[in-house]
């Protein structure tokens, strides 16, 4: 008999575990797959980890020591997985009767990579997603259905651009092909998006399924707004980083991100959500390695990054804040001994304060990782200025 692995990430998820695992013990009635349930704890500090330990002796519970987030959380248990279809499921879903077979059978098909579920409201009546839709270039990733009757055309089967995490499933060839999540998007948001993009670079094709049913009741784990606008603009900014050209990110994403902006930050408290422009800047250094990126369109499109960030409120009052006549307005920083970001820091005095020292160390944190891209740079900036001028 086939196996197939439910991987569900948990955090502070006391409200959701108990529902959720019942009903996904129900799956394994009158299905053709042995099904092994693994439940990847990212560090709660409610009861949900006990009473799945407790009240749950099939499932296997793994412990991380700390929130990986969620593309972690998932890593760790697909590594951990046995089975030959590798299922990602929320844990504020209830799955519904038959919703691992009608999985299992649109991954019959070879060319069919990833599949994803029919999730609706808990009304059980209100479509939450029936595969996804991507609007470009501002990489928006919007759910096809939502908000609207069952009674729609969503019972019929599709090939879409993505298909949400909160019930994703693929055959382990596939995941061993593309790869694991990337935990780059953490804390969450877009991850699900990307993986299926590179399942479709890979080949494959991504389709809804909607004889897989279950009730979702959509951000069980993600309920502060402002946290989440924060990690949405993030993940988008990194999904478009991944996913456009060079070219396009410049031309066609940046001004249409700056038409956008009123909308991305209604709402916005002290930066809150505006730090996500800066915490691309890393990204363009991480990720753009083509020849396409030239050190003129990664210098452009930085410069363009800090831009979009608007002014931030002080979180402390000015007094506190301006230093002493004829103290310098930047103490120098380790990020002064890379020439562009140092240009960068120099010329962006007001968020370098609002920031201070704890977004500098995230900063350097993210930028020690991705070392050999920054010394690529500097040699590319040596050698364009020892190049003789026409």
């Known amino acids: 008999m086939p196996k197939a692995t439910a991987i569900i990430p948990l955090w502070n998820g006391e409200q959701w575990i108990r529902p959720c695992l019942t009903a996904l013990a129900r799956q394994r009635e009158g299905t053709p797959f042995a099904l092994e349930v693994i439940v990847v704890d990212n560090g709660s500090v409610d009861r949900a980890p006990a009473i799945v330990q407790s009240e749950f002796p099939d499932a296997r519970l793994i412990r991380n020591s700390r929130n990986l987030g969620f593309a972690g959380?998932?890593?760790?248990?697909?590594?951990?997985?046995?089975?030959?279809?590798?299922?990602?499921?929320?844990?504020?879903?209830?799955?519904q009767p038959g919703w691992l077979a009608g999985l299992a059978r649109a991954l019959n098909d070879p060319q069919v990579g990833i599949a994803g579920s029919l999730a609706l409201l808990p009304d059980g009546a209100t479509v939450q997603h029936a595969g996804g839709i991507i609007d470009w270039p501002l990489g928006i990733a919007r759910h096809r259905g939502q908000g609207e009757s069952l009674a729609g055309p969503w019972k019929e089967s599709a090939e879409v651009a993505?298909?949400?995490?909160?019930?994703?499933?693929?055959?382990?060839?596939?995941?061993?092909?593309i790869g694991p999540l990337d935990e780059g998007f953490g804390p969450g948001y877009y991850e699900d998006v990307d993986l299926c993009l590179r399942a479709q670079a890979a080949g494959y094709g991504v389709v809804y399924a909607p004889a897989s049913r279950l009730l979702h009741s959509e951000s069980g784990s993600f309920t502060d707004s402002p946290f989440t606008r924060w990690a949405r603009l993030r993940g988008r900014l990194r999904f478009c980083l991944k996913h456009l050209p060079?070219?396009?990110?410049?031309?066609?994403?940046?001004?249409?991100?700056a038409d956008y902006q009123p909308t991305v930050l209604a709402g916005d408290r002290q930066g809150q959500v505006a730090r996500a422009y800066l915490e691309a800047i890393p990204m363009v250094l991480e990720l753009w390695h083509s020849?396409?990126?030239?050190?003129?369109?990664?210098?452009?499109?930085?410069?363009?990054?800090?831009?979009?960030?608007?002014?931030?409120?002080?979180?402390?009052?000015?007094?506190?804040?301006?230093?002493?006549?004829?103290?310098?307005?930047?103490?120098?920083?380790?990020?002064?001994?890379?020439?562009?970001?140092g240009r960068l820091r120099r010329g962006l005095h007001q968020l370098a304060i609002f920031y201070a020292e704890r977004r500098e160390r995230e900063l350097l944190a993210l930028l020690e990782d991705q070392q050999e891209a920054i010394d690529r740079l500097q040699k590319e900036n040596a050698r364009l200025r020892e190049r003789p001028q026409d």
Request: glycine share 4%.
């Open 291 to 341: 020849p396409a990126a030239t050190d003129e369109i990664r210098e452009r499109a930085i410069l363009s990054l800090c831009r979009l960030c608007p002014p931030l409120t002080p979180a402390t009052p000015p007094a506190q804040r301006i230093p002493p006549p004829g103290q310098p307005l930047l103490t120098p920083s380790p990020l002064d001994r890379i020439p562009l970001l």
């Open 162 to 177: 993505f298909v949400t995490a909160a019930s994703l499933a693929m055959r382990r060839e596939v995941w061993e092909k």
């Open 246 to 257: 060079p070219q396009r990110f410049l031309h066609e994403f940046l001004p249409a991100e």
């Open 73 to 95: 959380g998932c890593n760790v248990g697909l590594a951990a997985a046995t089975g030959d279809l590798l299922v990602l499921l929320n844990q504020d879903t209830l799955v």
